[in-house]
């Protein structure tokens, strides 16, 4: 293999600048929600007492999954020893503490009080899930944050492998915890099932790959450097796997639910549209399983479309849309199918919306929050790849690996 | 110490002691009027009472709110007009029964768990049981994050969606915090009955007996021997500090 150089990118084009300003129009955005949510209160939004998480929570958890997913090449890299993924290893922490931040933004900012976010640093609950995301989160950073500097340090390269076992690890605990935050909510009929970790494991997978290829794909093709197919052809049947992966779970999570009687209501709600849910499974459906899985999918393996970056970038977005479609239905599709209280019982009255489906429409200020954290994370990825040389130089075929055949 | 010294008071300080013991003495009932039977606030409270409350279906009156409006009185919670994001801390739902057309009304809040799921999730720690039972949130360090009425099985939480007005000295609430019923904790350690009991006994239906759970003798506990009680959610193990008859 030839020698690879890490090289920043110039970073002074228009193009580079007007995607900047761009993006930082979409924080701006996200700013000004948030000050407008937390001046009037969270009643401007399209969140009540019954959708407690909304669409600001859709994009942040989808954030925080892609983000562990966006350490696979890292991982593959230097756990699994794959050479032909080395250069790429240190984008792909990159991508991975971006993502993280973009998530997490939302999920404070969404905060009835994120002027307390010191109050989370400082007080925690052991048993709680969530306070042991935060633990999860925080440490996501410093251990990916050494990885990537292991790896771009010459002095201390020897270790890198180290640190990136120690990132596989936690990046498993971290998406792991994710997914309990969900599977640990022992009352709610669409949570309440230890699946809930691995499944959002193998989410992470298919999403963070997704984002890291499109990230991949357009770095190079705007800065004008060469990439091969060898490496991108790789990339794209490992993402068609963990889409297929992510299929496979949904499938157990929904079969093991209608094997359950009590589940029947919830599933028929998600899978059928009954009793109130027609959005929930016109999303599942449509949004999820064939915009976001299946149509992926069969972009990814169809005959004669191999080494088409156009075809390939618009099957990442469908996964991407996919993943969000997916949120979607778990966290506010979970919460909108009404909590059985009162089992056997039919609520003939409440003031409080009980046995009712809740409604939920999410306001504009939601949409910004959630467009913003998206905005933060690739302004990072585009400000680090000026500041380090996390892209190689060049990854044509014949650098990356040169005994790749052609497909 | 010089011996000399300890017998030396002069007569103004004399005068100026006794009038300073008499004065405390005259007044001092005034202000500890309240706290002659009750728990002193400095005393930690102990885990030999479980406070609870039994609501009796056949008595509780479809219609009545009674219950409510004390409450919200009470604790100082207003209507902002907007349902959906108000806060409610205890509410009134009639049910049937899907085999045998049973009707019962019932009121429904904080059922005080002995194994919240509320406390179990909060990342900070601002969901807490008191050992006497009562679960509350420290509205100091709640960061408004929601995750607790994600995992409470009876919705018995709110969010403050926008500005709290009317805010009682004893009932700290503010907005972006989440609030819930703390068997009125304040009238409770003061050896008081909640507002919801209270007006449900006033309105004459008698609906509800509040008291020690602990407590063999107490009205509820005889109550429970007597005729038993059901708790919501039975089967998820919480044990409730709330339990209903006729459900």
């Known amino acids: ?407 | 110490m010089n011996k000399t010294e300890t017998v030396n008071i002069s007569r103004r300080s004399f005068v100026e002691k006794s009038a300073t013991a008499a004065a405390a003495l005259t007044i001092a009932p005034g202000i500890f009027l309240n706290q002659v039977h009750a728990k002193p606030a400095a005393e930690a409270v102990t885990d030999a009472k479980r406070w609870g409350i039994l609501v009796d279906t056949a008595k509780c009156a479809s219609g009545c709110t009674s219950c409510v409006t004390a409450c919200h009185e009470e604790n100082g919670i207003a209507s902002h007009g907007r349902p959906l994001t108000d806060q409610q801390w205890i509410r009134k739902v009639k049910l049937k029964d899907k085999q045998t057309n049973h009707v019962v009304s019932l009121p429904v809040m904080c059922q005080h768990c002995e194994k919240p799921p509320c406390v179990d999730v909060c990342p900070t720690g601002a969901s807490f049981k008191r050992d006497d039972g009562i679960v509350l949130v420290d509205r100091h360090i709640c960061i408004g994050c929601r995750y607790c009425m994600m995992a409470c099985p009876y919705k018995a939480r709110s969010f403050a969606h926008e500005a709290v007005d009317n805010v009682v000295d004893y009932q700290p609430r503010g907005k972006g915090t989440v609030e819930s019923c703390t068997m009125c904790v304040h009238r409770v350690d003061e050896d008081g009955t909640p507002a919801c009991v209270e007006a449900c006994t006033e309105a004459e239906h008698g609906a509800m007996i509040f008291g020690d759970l602990k407590d063999p003798e107490s009205a509820i506990s005889k109550e429970l021997v007597k005729h038993g009680g059901t708790q919501l959610r039975a089967d998820l193990g919480l044990n409730t500090g709330v339990r209903y008859r006729g459900i």
């Open chain 1, 1 to 407: 293999m030839k020698k690879i150089h890490l090289q920043p990118i110039d970073g002074n084009s228009t193009g580079y600048l007007g995607l900047l300003a761009i993006l930082g129009a979409f924080v701006l955005g996200a700013l000004g929600s948030t000050y407008y949510m937390e001046h009037n209160g969270h009643w401007v939004t399209g969140m009540d007492n019954q959708i407690v998480w909304g669409m600001p929570h859709v994009f942040a958890v989808f954030l925080i999954v892609a983000a562990s997913g966006a350490l696979n090449v890292a991982s593959i890299s230097s756990v699994f020893q794959k050479k032909i993924y080395k250069p790429l290893a240190p984008l792909s922490t990159l991508v991975a503490l971006a993502l993280l931040m973009g998530g997490l933004m939302i999920l404070v900012l969404d905060l009835g009080r994120p002027d307390r976010l010191i109050v989370a640093m400082t007080y925690y609950n052991f048993k709680s899930i969530f306070a042991w995301n935060m633990i999860l989160y925080n440490g996501f950073f410093v251990i990916v944050g050494i990885y990537a500097w292991f790896m771009l340090d010459r002095t201390m390269k020897q270790y890198s492998r180290y640190a990136g076992i120690a990132a596989f690890v936690w990046r498993l605990a971290l998406t792991t915890g994710t997914g309990s935050i969900f599977g640990f909510l022992v009352a709610r009929t669409g949570y309440d099932m230890a699946m809930m970790a691995p499944m959002f494991v193998i989410m992470s997978f298919s999403f963070g790959l997704a984002i890291f290829l499109l990230v991949l794909m357009a770095s190079y093709n705007w800065t004008g450097r060469e990439l091969g197919d060898a490496v991108v052809n790789r990339l794209r049947k490992l993402l068609g796997i963990f889409a297929m992966a992510v299929l496979y779970f949904v499938f157990v999570y929904h079969i093991s639910n209608l094997y359950a009687t009590e589940h029947h209501g919830f599933e028929a709600f998600m899978l059928l549209g009954e009793n109130g849910g027609e959005t929930y499974s016109n999303i599942f459906w449509i949004g999820q399983i064939l915009i976001g899985s299946l149509i992926p999918i069969a972009m990814i393996y169809a005959p004669g479309v191999a080494n088409c970056r156009k075809t390939l970038a618009m099957a990442c977005l469908l996964i991407v849309f996919g993943g969000l479609a997916q949120m979607y239905t778990i966290i506010i599709g979970g919460q909108a199918y009404p909590l059985d209280i009162f089992p056997g019982m039919e609520v003939l009255e409440s003031t409080f919306n009980d046995g009712l489906v809740s409604q939920y429409s999410a306001s504009l200020p939601e949409y910004l929050l959630g467009l913003g954290g998206f905005a933060v994370s690739l302004i990072v990825i585009a400000l680090g790849v000026k500041v380090l040389g996390f892209l190689p130089e060049s990854l044509a075929d014949s650098v990356a690996d040169p005994h790749a055949k052609a497909e």
